[in-house]
């Protein structure tokens, strides 16, 4: 007799995920959402349709066999789910949690044109999170023994490039310019969305597969890309992200009290400011922050501020259905008692005597006609102008390629600062690659993470033609 398949329940209500009381957010940074049940994943993972033609794979940017990990669940086998996701992914922990899946794999779902999509995210992260906390004997992994590749910054990118790289035999060293592992993930994301131990569990893991890590090396400075050949590795792959902030333009902008979201998160996400005294770093949160900007930055400014006992306003210069944060965040912001000031922009700060910001003026905006980015252009309103109190001003509104690397290889970037690469992530000089937010500018972590396995594709194929000591040890194809 052949297997007997589970009944398929797709029009049962999609399963939510528990969240931590909106009240004991205000005073912790632990993570919000708790993640689903045993139970939870078992009901959600039976709304799967189990298509024979599942487009959600493909919607995958890294293509994670979406269908195959489902049934694992759908079977009671979550550590079956956790090792299939981890055939394409080293970081199920880290994306179950900070992936976009409403963008890629669950806009694609086939459940999702009548009901709603399978919420594939969240059985992801439980499969990551079952496989943590059940014992498992460790994982060993052959030490690699081909070409050198360096990899210039920690993020997603250079992550994906490394966990491609090393299972294909090659020696792969990760060169990070922070003193902390992890790039965006670690600076850019707070705790309560993404745990340290979940982001620092899944490096180790990498780290145990036979990639280096090198801490403190400013690339470009420490050592330019010409000394990294120098030094014996046949390939650099740069993702060193979109470091350097956009700045507001306004009078005022150099008072106490006004961030850039990229110096105030990284404060209090790296050098964990919110534990001051005890952590070297101090930040000056007022009792009454404004954060300029719509994008999950801004929401991740505002949500720390309020923790940290401040009256939060996020101003923005569209509408709500402008907003370029995910639904989710902008909830959870909201349930935490961040304030919304829409159709607003800032055009002037002005400060007490000891050069304290003090107030924000503002100008009302209106929405025109559609501008490059597809959505309706915010016009300032003449005579609407207005002001409010503010002791703390964080302006989240993107950031570009930090120019320190750039200087030191011109012939690679733009006059915006990004590197040009082709679809496979090649740029203009020979076996240097570059893949993440330092050729798009300010994006996702799992595009980030497409460019890094793209590029290590063209890598491999490209060295794979110049030796033959690259024979993947055991490694998938």
């Known amino acids: 007799m052949g297997e007997i398949k589970p009944k398929r329940t797709p029009k049962a209500p999609r399963q939510q995920l528990p969240l931590l009381d909106p009240e004991r957010r205000a005073a912790t940074c632990e993570e919000v959402a708790l993640g689903f049940t045993e139970e939870q994943a078992k009901a959600e993972a039976l709304r799967c349709l189990d298509c024979k033609d599942p487009k959600c794979i493909e919607a995958c940017p890294l293509h994670i066999d979406i269908k195959r990990f489902i049934y694992r669940l759908v079977v009671g086998d979550p550590q079956g789910a956790f090792e299939v996701i981890s055939e394409q992914s080293p970081f199920p922990g880290v994306c179950g949690r900070v992936c976009q899946h409403e963008l890629f794999c669950e806009s694609a779902c086939l459940l999702g044109k009548k009901l709603d999509p399978v919420a594939i995210g969240s059985l992801e992260r439980f499969a990551a999170d079952y496989h943590r906390t059940h014992a498992h004997p460790p994982e060993e992994f052959p030490k690699p023994t081909g070409p050198k590749v360096a990899l210039v910054g920690s993020g997603p990118a250079s992550m994906i490039a490394a966990f491609d790289l090393v299972r294909k035999n090659y020696r792969v060293a990760i060169f990070e310019a922070l003193h902390s592992l992890g790039g965006v993930l670690a600076y850019g994301i707070p705790p309560f969305r993404l745990p340290r131990d979940i982001l620092n569990e899944e490096i180790a893991r990498l780290q145990s597969m036979g990639v280096e890590f090198h801490t403190d090396f400013i690339a470009g400075k420490t050592a330019t890309i ?252």
């Open 226 to 477: 010409e000394e990294l050949f120098e030094e014996g590795y046949e390939a650099v792959f740069i993702g060193t992200g979109a470091g350097l902030p956009w700045m507001m333009g306004i009078p005022g902008e150099n008072l106490v009290g006004v961030y850039t979201a990229n110096e105030f998160l990284t404060r209090i996400n790296l050098m964990e400011a919110y534990k001051f005294p005890q952590a070297d770093t101090p930040v000056r949160v007022g009792k009454r922050t404004i954060v300029v900007g719509g994008g999950n930055s801004a929401m991740d400014a505002a949500r720390w501020a309020k923790r940290m006992g401040s009256e939060t306003t996020i101003l923005y210069r569209r509408g709500r259905a402008e907003l370029k944060a995910r639904l989710e965040e902008i909830e959870h912001a909201e349930e935490e008692g961040v304030h919304f000031e829409f159709l607003a922009a800032p055009v002037a700060l002005f400060g007490d005597e000891n050069g304290f910001v003090r107030e924000m003026e503002c100008i009302r905006m209106r929405l025109g006609e559609p501008d490059s980015s597809g959505r309706q252009s915010p016009i300032p309103i003449p005579g609407s102008e207005y002001r409010i109190p503010v002791d703390t001003v964080v302006a989240a509104i993107g950031q570009g390629p930090n120019p320190t690397l750039q200087r030191a290889t011109p012939q690679l970037v733009t006059k915006k600062g990004k590197i040009t690469v082709d679809e496979s992530g090649q740029t203009s000089m020979p076996l240097v690659y570059a893949g993440g937010d330092v050729v798009r500018g300010g994006s996702t972590v799992i595009l980030a993470m497409r460019d890094g396995r793209a590029a290590a594709e063209a890598i491999h194929k490209a060295l794979s033609g110049k030796t033959r000591e690259n024979e993947p040890a055991g490694a998938v194809q």
